[in-house]
Every structure is written in structure tokens, then in C-alpha cells.
């Protein structure tokens, strides 16, 4: 069994930043993807980034590319998403998910275990 805990979520106001963190445990961290997605109210969950732990280039949606940067810590199993520029839009409870393997991809179906979510909220 594997246990995501995020952490870092809040509220900011536009053009702030935040900082989330993912902490993993139960399993090996290392060969693994691990991702955030976002779900704001109403919408679908979407990709936000990914990155796989072992190493290679991240992976960014379009809506945030430029201004969110993930990286991975194998030595504390952790993923933490450093966002900046921050806009309404970027309103949503985020999630840490994580899959088995080497590829990154971008739909939430594929990922194994998520965390419970933590929200973040931009005011204008």
C-alpha cells in the first residue's frame, strides 16, 4: 500500500507564489512517475505536471508552463511543486498522484494512488 500526504496548500493572492510538497510512503519511491493534478469546482481533474523520479524532463500543462516547476527528492520521498505567478484560474484542490513505471502521461486514469488533496485558492 502506498500513502501520499501533500502538504503547503493556502491562499494567495494573484502574482503570489506557493509551494507544495507530496511525501510518499509504503513503497519504493524510486521507478516511479509522479505527478499533481488539479480539480477546481465543477471542472474535471487535470494534468498539471509530472515527472519521473529517476530523472529525464518533467513534464508541464500549457496553463502552466513557465511558472510552476516540479522536482523530486528520492533520498526523502518527497515531489514538490514550486508555483509562482499564480492566477485566479489557478484556483483548485491539488493533487499528488503516483504510477508504476518510466512514462509520463497526463491522463489521471493511469495513476495508482493519489493523495487526499489540498486546496489552493488565488484571490484577484
Known amino acids: 500500500q502506498v500513502q501520499l500526504v501533500e502538504s503547503g496548500g493556502g491562499l494567495v493572492q494573484a502574482g503570489g507564489s506557493l509551494r507544495l510538497s507530496c511525501t510518499s510512503s509504503?513503497?519504493?519511491?524510486?521507478?516511479?512517475?509522479m505527478g499533481w493534478f488539479r480539480q477546481a469546482p465543477g471542472k474535471e481533474r487535470e494534468f498539471v505536471a509530472a515527472?519521473?523520479?529517476?530523472?529525464?524532463?518533467?513534464a508541464y500543462a500549457d496553463s502552466v508552463w513557465g511558472r510552476f516547476t516540479i522536482s523530486g527528492d528520492n533520498t526523502k520521498n518527497t515531489v514538490n511543486l514550486e508555483m509562482n505567478s499564480l492566477k485566479p484560474e489557478d484556483t483548485a484542490v491539488y493533487y499528488c498522484?503516483?504510477?508504476?513505471?518510466?512514462?509520463?502521461?497526463?491522463?489521471?486514469?493511469?495513476?495508482?494512488?493519489w493523495g487526499q488533496g489540498t486546496q489552493v485558492t488565488v484571490s484577484s
Open positions: 515527472i519521473n523520479v529517476n530523472g529525464g524532463s518533467p
Open positions: 498522484a503516483t504510477r508504476i513505471g518510466t512514462a509520463i502521461i497526463r491522463s489521471p486514469t493511469v495513476y495508482d494512488y
Open positions: 509504503g513503497r519504493t519511491f524510486s521507478g516511479s512517475v
